[in-house]
């Protein structure tokens, strides 16, 4: 018999497979005949593990998620139409700009105030439907673009799209060595006031082998946190030489990202690779190492899936966050024998070769080269029915399965996080920019503006239809400050 709890996860990943939208958050309506009952209920379960808000029959909106549960699948329609392909990179363009209204308000905001016209604008970035609009925003609102992609995370087909709609594309995944490196010294020669970068590492490049062209920079604005960790020791060194806007602690952009986005695309590559293996998340116990934002996000969506986690984990704060959301916490090499091991720190070095020997299956969802201490050459494809399975190889000396040879899962085995996530992420990187370019700040990294966060929260709230309490009848600034609890003590 079928274990409902499968069938309930593959038609999640489904819908988050075919059209790269959220789950969490979501209105969901789930039906089936009385002999589906069982599978109904667990993928309603499911779903409202992972975020999502089970909704009536009456109701109805763009965003309404319907799953008639059939058997072992079941029918999809989003907004009262049946899911359908998104059709060519052209196509997967549009269909991802249709749901990022918050990206496309921050921009149009940018466009009236004229902050980036004639402005030159490089975005270093993992090239896919969602990125590409980030770029095309931009040179609506008036800037001269051009998109540099590292060669391992670039879709040819979404790049020539870009390049078809006027935006020069710097990005080959054929190229490698010192190619990769000579292809991201020639996009940073194009010349840019500013660079919008994930991971810091054209930024570092230019420092490194091309000073003379930070000097026009008006600044950088920097995505992740595995690339502010080094911005920040460069500037403790002082050879930090640019304004840099730390994007990724903004709660608008780390508040979400990690937690909904990363846990959700991580984890459910994963899933979809492994079951080419004939394993589920649930066969294995799973140590996710590492608890800060994405190892938070990685194993709430692991145990919506119904997996057993585990924690590892340096830091003693959040050690005792994970001890309180349920997780055992332990070291690494206890907790990893047999298991499914997922990085989540980025942090090179993070799975060692001795970890590597305990793990059964080794994924990563932090995202720095290095993360697993591999030997590439010890690396062979798994194979299948007679064909090799993309992204999955076994390291032939320990006999562990390997997924993305090391990579962040989400980026090269999938198309990235969700639509509705990297919106909120890019009206940030929106926001940034246009706080960049107004205020000028010295060099150094810099926070962005609370009032710039809260602008694009609101945003956000308005475009997805949030009702919000009205504000109290007096504000802290003219509220009295006298204790009420000693008033008519004397």
Not at 3 to 21: K, Q, S, V, Y
Request: glycine fraction near 10%; hydrophobic fraction near 45%; include cysteine.
């Amino acid at each position: 018999m079928i274990d409902p709890r499968a069938t309930a996860e593959r038609i999640l990943r489904r819908f988050a497979r075919e059209t790269n939208l959220l789950i969490a958050g979501r209105p969901v309506r789930v039906s089936a005949e009385a002999e589906d009952t069982d599978t109904a209920i667990a993928v309603a379960g499911m779903a409202r593990a992972l975020g999502a808000i089970l909704v009536e029959d009456d109701a109805t909106g763009p965003d309404v998620l319907d799953i008639d549960v059939r058997g072992d699948d079941a029918a999809l329609a989003l907004g009262g139409r049946p899911l359908g392909s998104r059709g060519d990179a052209a196509g997967r363009l549009d269909f991802a700009r249709t749901h990022m209204p918050v990206s496309t308000a921050l921009a149009g905001e940018l466009a009236e105030a004229g902050t980036v016209r004639g402005l030159r604008i490089g975005v270093s970035m993992t090239l896919e439907p969602k990125t590409a609009n980030l770029a095309l925003l931009l040179k609506d609102a008036g800037a001269e673009v051009a998109v540099y992609a590292h060669p391992d995370e670039t879709d040819p087909e979404v790049a020539a799209a870009l390049r078809a709609r006027g935006v020069p594309v710097d990005a080959d995944p054929t190229l490698s060595g010192d190619a990769e490196r000579e292809a991201a010294l020639a996009w940073l020669e194009r010349g840019f006031d500013v660079v919008v970068d994930d991971g810091s590492h054209l930024v570092r490049l230019a420092h490194e082998a091309a000073p003379h062209l930070i000097e026009r920079w008006i600044g950088v604005t920097e995505e992740t946190t595995s690339g502010l960790t080094p911005l920040r020791l460069m500037a403790a060194q002082g050879t930090l030489r640019t304004p840099v806007v730390a994007v990724n602690d903004a709660a608008t952009k780390t508040g979400f990202d990690n937690r909904y986005g990363t846990g959700q695309s991580c984890v459910f590559a994963i899933a979809d690779l492994i079951e080419h293996a004939d394993a589920t998340v649930r066969d294995l116990p799973v140590l996710a190492i590492g608890y800060g934002p994405v190892g938070v996000g990685v194993a709430a969506h692991l145990r919506a899936l119904g997996a057993h986690v585990t924690v590892a984990e340096l830091d003693p704060l959040r050690a005792l966050l994970a001890v309180h959301d349920g997780y055992e916490v332990g070291r690494a090499e206890d907790l990893a024998q047999g298991a499914l091991v997922i990085s989540c720190t980025g942090v090179a070095g993070t799975v060692t070769r001795e970890l590597l020997a305990l793990g059964t299956i080794v994924a990563v969802a932090g995202g720095v080269p290095g993360e697993v201490d591999l030997d590439e050459a010890a690396l062979a494809p798994v194979v299948v029915a007679g064909a090799p399975i993309p992204h999955l190889d076994v390291d032939t000396e320990r006999g562990t399965l390997i997924l993305d040879r090391g990579g962040c899962i989400n980026v090269t085995a999938a198309e990235g996080n969700p639509i509705e996530i990297m919106d909120l992420s890019f009206a940030t990187q929106l926001a940034a920019v246009r706080h960049l370019v107004e205020t000028r700040p010295g060099i150094g990294v810099h926070p962005l503006a609370d009032e710039a966060v809260a602008h694009v929260a609101e945003v956000a709230a308005t475009a997805r239809g949030l009702a919000l309490d009205s504000a109290a009848a007096s504000s802290p600034a003219d509220a009295d400050w006298r204790s009420r609890r000693y008033r008519g003590a004397r």
